[in-house]
């Protein structure tokens, strides 16, 4: 017997645990759905008084497995979020007692792990108990459960706050409908589900203004809410219509699979918002923010269009609206989800009988087993081995352009006013940063012309880029927020085997790779996301060496490879390697000299030779090095 406890505040959880049990008892699992109530039940109770009510509302009988899906409310009650705490920790120990096996699901980051909501000075002052609170009386708890979460970016942040039960997950699904045929004459644009104004409503009203023809439907159910926005609608000409959500599930698809696009716009990292999945089984085309976790979803699956800037999702979903190809694309890579979700439950399923945990991530983590399929980009698991440098800690905190070159691809009006802002480098196109500008070529457009102030993310580039700036240019050296596992400096030395990775593609050689001559107990392997052009590259640098195998991910206690094609470029693997303190035989130049010293002891000069610097020695001396950087 399976016990699933939900909350009824979000109409999609609620749906969503509906379609859970659904699949579980087609799978032979005997489910019972308990339901603790919404907001405006949970919100006046008092903590004994919560408490008492969540004991009741769990069975009598003996159930083996309670699956909780984690309501951000669920747990508050009258109180705040210290309160919060307090009483989720109570309750999973309790169930612990009762139950033989406990899961938790979170639905939305966690309100303990987002600290953006804190804007008063009494309210920062609070971040520190609740952080304390969380990573000392949550995260253990936790640690006893089943934790599953929706997106890789979520499984990281808990596995970054010391969770290691947590799981990825994707939740089993099926077509709800044929996929839709667009109609010339109007196109019909959803927000699905409740209006709340963190769905960004006024952002999506303005994608609508990039699709012809439209018309938005939105839940009228707020009517001072869907006033306000569909005046803001009407100065803007789109055209608004309103829609009363059917609770029934079935009803409820019925409603959405009558429109074409659905815009999912949230303005904080939803995990998962069951309002995509709901919109791809429907046969719509899914628009979404650009946040960490629909960024994966879309690089995952393929199947939704992600954009920071709404007028650009607006542009890209008309680009693709009346294309046959781009909609038969999208189609079968939602079919190839659905097919993948089925999996991803059958292996919870194992759980739920108390089977040893496997990866609900549907892959595995050993590269040797599964070499890449290009062509298919149908990869399970996107390899973990690289930081972004959008993810290093000082562009977060940067409060100009973080990503000058970028950002003028997608907005060069941002430019024609006083500005500062981010480069990357390099200071010349190589033909390896593909439709990226170079500085240089900003330089003669003259990007520069109004900046105030420049950030460059090394010595060299500042070099270059200050004779042709009238700004002061200052470099802003790139960490990390995310700690990762660290290099197992006695695991790799006691294995007959090992391997060197390269990995990327962004400025980089890729016939030396094949150049690299290491013995026969190494293993060369050539790492890619399936987004990312190296195959395309390795065509003009020549095919893969008979010794070197494509793999999905890099192996933990892989030495890296790293030979940049410039030296004013700060090298992404190379900062993954900084800080997991994996030893990477690296070419030498100045951007390489400024982050890892000098005197760094696997630095080479001529690619035919560097392999002889593998030494036991060097590597644990590398290391070592390593470990000293941050």
């Known amino acids: 017997m399976i016990d699933y406890l939900y909350g ?98 979170f639905h939305s980051t966690t309100e303990f792990s987002r600290q953006s909501w804190l804007k008063k000075p009494v309210e920062r002052f609070m971040i520190n108990i609740l952080s304390r609170q969380w990573h000392n009386q949550v995260i253990p708890m936790l640690n006893r459960c089943k934790v599953l979460v929706h997106s890789e970016p979520h499984l990281q942040l808990l596995e970054s706050q010391g969770c290691d039960s947590a799981q990825l997950f994707i939740h089993p699904t099926n077509r709800h409908c044929e996929p839709f045929k667009p109609d010339t004459r109007q196109v019909r644009v959803v927000i699905p589900g409740r209006l709340v104004d963190r769905k960004r409503v006024g952002q999506a009203i303005e994608a609508c203004t990039c699709i012809p023809n439209s018309v938005l439907s939105v839940d009228s159910t707020n009517q001072s809410l869907y006033n306000h926005y569909t005046n803001y609608a009407a100065d803007r000409n789109v055209d608004v219509n309103p829609i009363e959500w059917n609770l029934n599930s079935s009803e409820y698809l019925d409603q959405l699979s009558e429109h074409d696009v659905a815009l999912v716009m949230y303005n904080d990292d939803v995990p998962l918002s069951g309002s995509v999945i709901d919109a791809l089984r429907c046969g719509l085309i899914v628009g979404t923010t650009s946040t960490p976790s629909f960024k994966w979803f879309s690089e995952e699956y393929q199947c939704i269009n992600t954009h920071a800037h709404h007028h650009k999702l607006g542009d890209m979903i008309m680009s693709q609206l009346f294309d046959p190809t781009s909609v038969t694309r999208d189609q079968w890579h939602a079919d190839n989800y659905f097919v993948l979700s089925h999996e991803s439950a059958q292996r919870l399923i194992e759980q739920y009988h108390g089977e040893p945990p496997v990866d609900l991530n549907g892959g595995t983590r050993d590269p040797l087993a599964s070499p890449v399929t290009w062509t298919s980009k149908q990869t399970r698991m996107l390899p973990d081995h690289m930081v972004n440098t959008s993810e290093c800690k000082e562009v977060q905190l ?88 660290q290099f197992d400096i006695d695991c790799f030395l006691s294995t007959d085997s090992r391997c060197i990775i390269h990995a990327g593609w962004w400025c980089k050689r890729f016939n030396s790779f094949n150049q690299l001559n290491v013995g026969r107990c190494w293993n060369k392997l050539m790492c890619s996301k399936p987004e990312e052009p190296t195959a395309e590259l390795m065509d003009v640098a020549g095919d893969l060496h008979e010794s070197v195998r494509w793999v999905t991910g890099a192996p933990n206690n892989c030495i890296h490879f790293v030979d940049q094609t410039t030296d004013d470029v700060v090298d992404e693997q190379m900062l993954h390697c900084i800080r997991s303190n994996i030893p990477v035989l690296i070419r030498r130049n100045m951007t390489a000299e400024e982050y890892l010293g000098e005197d760094y002891v696997l630095m080479f000069d001529d690619v035919t030779s560097a392999g002889e610097l593998l030494t036991d020695n060097n590597i644990k001396l590398a290391h070592e090095q390593l470990k000293l950087i941050y």
């Open 398 to 485: 940067y409060q100009g352009i973080p990503h000058v070159e970028y950002q003028y691809n997608l907005n060069p009006k941002m430019f024609d006013s006083g500005w500062t802002g981010l480069i990357h480098g390099p200071f010349i196109d190589d033909q390896t940063t593909l439709n990226i500008p170079s500085v240089d070529q900003l330089v003669s457009q003259h990007v520069f012309d109004k900046c105030v102030q420049l950030r460059v993310t090394n010595t060299k580039l500042k070099q270059l880029i200050e004779p042709h700036v009238n700004c002061a240019v200052h470099v802003l050296k790139l960490n990390t927020f995310v700690p990762v596992n």
């Open 8 to 105: 009824s505040k979000s109409l999609g959880v609620r749906n969503y645990t509906h379609e859970l049990k659904h699949h579980m008892s087609a799978s032979g699992l005997d489910v019972n759905m308990r339901g603790v109530g919404g907001v405006h039940v949970l919100s006046k109770m008092e903590q004994s008084q919560l408490r008492d009510h969540l004991l009741n509302c769990l069975p009598s009988n003996n159930s083996s497995v309670i699956h909780i899906q984690h309501d951000t409310l669920m747990f508050r009650g009258a109180g705040d979020e210290v309160d919060e705490m307090d009483n989720m920790c109570w309750f999973l120990d309790q169930m612990l007692i009762r139950y033989e096996r406990v899961f938790i699901t």
